[in-house]
Each structure stands twice: as C-alpha cells, then as structure tokens.
C-alpha cells in the first residue's frame, strides 16, 4: 500500500514539474521522486533526519575559483572558539569542521549562460550542483551528505540562491545556505574604512546582467556603482586553453574599456572594487596594477583621462571572508556547528566531460564543445553528461596549480592531503 502511495505521489510530482516546465519544479520533483538517493541528481533523504552536526560543509563553485572562499572558510577566526565570544583565539572558527569541495569545471564558465538565453538551464546546473554536494554518489563511489551549502560563486549565488532556498524547504531539508553576494555587500559596508566613492563590481557578464550586485549594495550603501562584466578572465584564470590572450592582457583591456565608458558617462571618481567574481582574488595583484596602468595613462593632449576617475589607493573587498561570517553566525544560530572532532579531511570534486553519453558535443581538447555546452536544454536533471570525480592536483592546468598553491596555502595543503 505504501509503495502504491509512493508511486502515485511520485507521478503527481513528474507531471506537475512538467506542467510547468520550470527547472526548479523538475529538480526539487525528480529529488523527491528519489528518496534513496539511488540516481544522479538525487539524495537519501533518511541523510537529513537524524543529528547533522558532524556532516560536512559543501562548497561550490563551477570551477576552481571558489577555492578563494575555502581558503577564507579555512583561514577564518574571528571569533573565540570556546564561548563564541567576538575576538580572535589564534585557532580558526572552523577548525572542528571538514569540507567538501565541488567545481563543476566541465560546464563553467556560468557567466556566459545569459547572454545565450540559457539561464533556466544553468539554474539547473546550480541545482544540479546541490543535489551532488546533498547526495552520497560520486562518479566512481560514495561521498558524504553535506548540512550546508556555500555557494561560492557569484553567478550561482545570482542566479540559483532563491531557487536552492526554495528546494531545500520543498524537500524539507535542514541545511544551511550562504551566498557571496549580500555577503559581499555586508562586507563593503563593514570595511569601508573612510571610502565614499564610487564602487566599481568586477564579476562575469551573467552576474553584471542580474543586477545582483547593484540591488545588494543598494541595501546597505548609498555609493555610486558601476559593473565590470568579463566574458574571459574566469575562463583564463580557470585555465582553458581556448583562452589564449595572457590575463594581464585581458584585465587590462577589461579596465580600459570600462574606464572610458565611465569617463564619457561622467562616472563618479572610484575608490573602491568589489572583487565579484571568486577567480577574482587569485589575479588581485593584476587588477590593482590595471587601474594604476590606466590611471598613469596620457592622452595625446598630455592630459591624463582616468587620473581624477580612479583613485589612487584603491580599496578591494573580497566576498569570501564575510562569507565566512554569514555561515558561522547561521552554523552557530541552528546549533550546528560539528561536535566531535573527524579525523577525515575535506574532500575536493570536480566535474569532466562524460564522453560515453549519447550525443555530447566535444572539443579537440576532450572539454565540452561550445555549441554542446551552451546549447543545451534544461529538464533533464539527472543527465550525466559531465561525471563528478575527485579533484586533485595533476587535474588542473599547471598555470591555475601554481595560483592556488601560492595564494591559497591552507587549501592546497587539504587539496594535496586528499589525494
Ligand atoms: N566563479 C564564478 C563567479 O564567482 C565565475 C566563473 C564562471 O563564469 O563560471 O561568478
């Protein structure tokens, strides 16, 4: 009788995702159809019953920028570990807690799904992303639920945070969900440190062109705000060989074409950039050295265009480490923080093209084509086009290896430790 209920349900749900077609609806309906977790895109929903405080956080990213928030996760000490108190205490604020990594490399860059028409598909994605970090399946083995999801990355923070917020309540799910963005603008509130200018959001197209970033900051700060959107530099940083121009070029074509539109705009001078991009802090150095570059530039007048538009102690804000705040006061606020100590250390993820599924479109180099990966079509969550496998050093380009081993030494130390 049960089973026949169980049936019944599971037919009302697919047929009431179909009706309305709406990604979300098939997701959250396809989990829920699969309370076993026994195919992809789906969960043990038995997982989320009992005590989930010693589960691990999930990170994701749709690549390896994310990996600038782990580090911030991992670096985070703002607080006394043993009363909760505010104040630093020399040991990290997550330091009893593990981490599940995922980078879903074989679909990035998500920036670029708007400006095709394609936003309902990567919602799908960002969803199809959550349900692996929720999940026990791996393309070759099992991986542990998760009690928390950081979306770290912009775009999905865009364009799935309402929609993974919607699927966890549907699913009656107890997990807690950080995004980067109004963490971002929390975090440009609480450090401005004397800056009033204008803030200038560097990030992909598809975040500029949700607005995510001007509508956050309108909340909490009255600053001009420009947008600087880059259909390259996280495919540069990332390592995709398609990308050929060098990032120092690419940053520096990006600001000069975004200074002069400010110029002829009459924009208010800037002093500060939101870092609103998660590759973004790895080339921090590079994007501070494009604007002094372009501050310093002469027009054939000798006159100087940018000089009174850039300031000259520019100020960037980083996302990552107010977004280590915003999950340890929600971690804290549940009652979920871990409490026995795990011996098991993080875990790292990524996803590859799946050669072996019916139609995929691949490049030379063996990633997903062009025209297949920004052609596609949402509602068919549980497609396995790209496999979910473990990340570990030798998977990433040797530029991008050496990014993360310099500027993210706790992460890659985990990273290396979870081979
Ligand atoms: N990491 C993503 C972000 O923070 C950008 C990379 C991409 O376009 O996939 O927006």
Known sequence: MAALLRLALC???????????????????????????????????????????????????????????????????RHDNLTGKEGADGVPDFAGERFVY?????????????????????????????????????????????????????????????????AV????????????????????????????GGVAVLATVGTCASNAYPKALAKVTARPVRQLGSATLAAAIEGDPSVTTPIRDIIRADVGGFLKSAAADGAAPIDTLMLG??????????????????????????????????????????????????????????RMMAVTSSSAGDQF?????????PGVGLAADGSLSYEYKYGRQPNQVGRQDTLNVPMTPEKLPGATANLVREKLPLTWRSLRAAR
């Open 11 to 77: 037919c009302v749900l697919a047929i009431v995702a179909r009706a309305t077609d709406d990604p979300v609806a098939v997701a959250i309906g396809h989990a829920k159809a699969h309370p076993q977790g026994d195919v992809p895109a789906s969960f043990v929903a038995a997982d989320y019953r009992g005590d989930l405080r010693d589960l691990p956080i999930g990170v994701f990213d749709s690549g390896v920028g994310g990996l600038t928030v782990l580090e911030a996760l991992k670096a985070h000490d």
């Open 102 to 166: 995922f980078g879903d490399q074989a679909n990035m860059p998500y920036g670029n799904y708007s400006a095709v028409g394609r936003t309902d598909f990567l919602r799908e994605l960002i969803l199809r992303d959550v349900l692996f970090l929720l999940g026990r399946r791996y393309a070759h083995g099992r991986k542990p639920p998760v009690k928390a999801i950081v979306i770290a990355c912009n775009t999905a923070t865009a364009y799935g945070l309402e929609d993974i917020r919607a």
């Open 169 to 196: 309540k549907a699913w009656g799910l107890p997990v807690i969900v950080v995004g980067v963005v109004e963490a971002g603008a929390q975090g440009l509130a609480e450090s401005a440190g004397g800056a009033q």
């Open 277 to 334: 991009c998660t590759h973004y802090p790895l080339v921090a150095d590079e994007i501070a050295a494009a604007f002094a570059y372009w501050r310093e530039q002469s027009a054939a007048d000798g006159r100087k265009p940018y000089a009174a538009l850039v300031a000259k102690e520019l100020k960037q804000v980083n996302p990552a480490a107010w977004t280590a705040e915003a999950l340890w006061r929600s971690l804290q606020g549940a």
């Open 349 to 357: 993820y990524l996803s590859v093209p799946n050669p072996a599924w």
